[in-house]
């Protein structure tokens, strides 16, 4: 099989190449097309790729390019990985956000819809030279915000594009270990709501539900990371484990306290850390994979820190600084590929899992997957604190939407204004303003 991914200069290609490299079963990849648009970013990953794949026989071919169309052709599967504007844009997102006092992270709040702004027009192209060149390609989505993104693909796509996130994975992983389940595997995680905004409702093993065992022993909520992030209480009071992201929400005003107290923002951060890793192996002497190897300890070590900070959650555990996605992606593509049935949390379409929401708004919820794609099981109602959550958010992902295919700068606005983190009509209109400033490819908002 052929698998083109999109953003293949991206520092977390070697993550899935990795994957694929541990991969010894019938009709398994054979080559790998990397595409991005930075040729030097190109050449950096694919040295790390080649050191990788030194002893393992089979490893699948490498070549790259810098030419959409021919990356597209001829592919199986498309990785979609990009980030429009870069690292720099991330931390531009960040800067006029809590500027204006609000949250600026790249898939919540303001800079989600920053971030979205610019990614959708972008994400609605491959969409279409897919449709045009890859017909009978699928299409996995990794590109931030991953469900609005997802939903505009899905738009040329239909079911044909799916979005996935490690949080929910990360999440059920941790629930088990701390409940003593000695295969995750076998326990079925009942998740639903949006993505970075869902809740672990159950964790059924062998039939039983062990959630409400963990609900109800305080030592066991504060010994892992989401008990240690919201704490207890509130857990007990949701009845439910929350995405990490959900942070965001419950406790925004310290998150925001803490990113402006933040010597650099996340963005910054990465930006800085990956603009020496690139510059590194512009070294062609240099140690391409264990450049990488240290930048990526660095990078997961200090994931979501300032959260941790604000609630006094500590460092991360060692279990939790391994990734993630790459085994979803893996995971999912086998089983469309060889029709290897499996049960994975993904971004689909809702049909009629949420009766919230109409049936081409993309959710995150467990999904049966096989030959003809992922199928959303059917998952009980959320209560309403959390229905109305998921709708205000998937309110403002249709305004992002349609800003984006209208270039209206009202509709922008009301994107912000409308998101529950956004707390004036005017500070919207200054986040507009302020972006539009910032990124040129905002400059289609008239």
């Known amino acids: 099989m052929r698998l083109t991914i999109l953003g293949g200069g991206g520092f977390r290609v070697p993550l899935v190449y990795g994957a694929l490299l541990g991969d010894r079963g019938e009709g398994r990849v054979g080559e790998v097309v990397l595409h991005d648009p930075d040729a030097g970013r190109l050449s950096a990953v694919t040295r790390v790729l080649a050191e990788q794949a030194e002893g393992v026989p089979g490893a699948p ?3 790259a390019t810098t030419d ?14 990009i980030r429009v504007g870069g690292l720099e844009g991330r931390a531009q997102d960040e800067r006029v956000a809590l500027a204006e006092g609000v949250l600026g ?6 800079g989600g819809i920053a971030y979205g702004l610019r990614t959708v027009p972008v994400a609605m192209d491959i969409a279409r030279r897919v449709a045009r060149l890859a017909p009978d390609a699928w299409v996995i989505n990794f590109t931030n915000p ?7 693909m899905s738009r040329h796509l239909g079911d044909r594009v799916i979005g996935i996130c490690d949080s ?7 629930i088990a270990r701390v409940l003593g389940v000695t295969d995750p595997a076998a326990a079925w995680i009942d998740y639903v709501g949006l993505n970075h905004l869902g809740w672990v409702r159950g964790l059924r093993v062998a039939g039983r539900d062990e959630l409400p065992r963990l609900l109800a022993d305080r030592a066991l909520l504060g010994s892992f990371e989401e008990g240690r992030l919201f704490g207890p209480d509130w857990l007990r009071s949701l009845g439910a484990v929350p995405n990490e992201y959900l942070h965001y929400y419950y406790f925004n005003r310290e998150t925001v306290a803490a990113y402006r107290a933040a010597e650099r923002t996340r963005g910054a951060f990465l930006r800085d850390q990956q603009a020496g890793f ?3 192996l512009g070294d062609p002497a240099a140690p391409a994979l264990a450049a990488w190897h240290r930048t990526r300890a660095e990078r997961e070590a200090t994931y979501m820190a300032e959260n941790r900070e604000s609630a006094g959650a500590g460092e991360r555990e060692p279990e939790d600084l391994s990734g993630g996605y790459e085994q979803v992606a893996l995971a999912l593509m086998r089983a469309i590929a060889r029709d290897e049935r499996a049960t994975l949390i993904l971004n689909v379409r809702n049909r009629t899992t949420l009766a919230a929401l109409d049936a081409e708004a993309v959710i995150e919820v467990p999904c049966l997957v096989d030959a003809n794609g992922a199928h959303p099981v059917a998952v009980d109602p959320l209560p309403l604190h959390a229905t109305g959550l998921v709708c205000a958010v998937k309110a403002v992902e249709r305004e992002v939407l349609a800003a984006a295919a209208s270039g209206s700068r009202a509709t922008a606005v009301k994107a912000f204004a409308l998101h529950p983190l956004v707390d004036s009509v005017e500070v919207a209109r200054r986040l507009v303003d302020g972006y539009r400033a910032v990124h040129p490819g905002l400059a289609y908002l008239t």
């Open 61 to 63: 071919a490498v070549t």
């Open 68 to 81: 959409l169309d021919e990356a597209l052709r001829g592919a199986d599967f498309v990785f979609s990985a």
């Open 105 to 110: 992270q790249e898939t919540v709040g303001a």
């Open 146 to 152: 991953a469900g609005l993104v997802t939903e505009a």
């Open 168 to 174: 929910p994975v990360g999440l059920g992983r941790r």
């Open 278 to 280: 690139y510059a590194e």
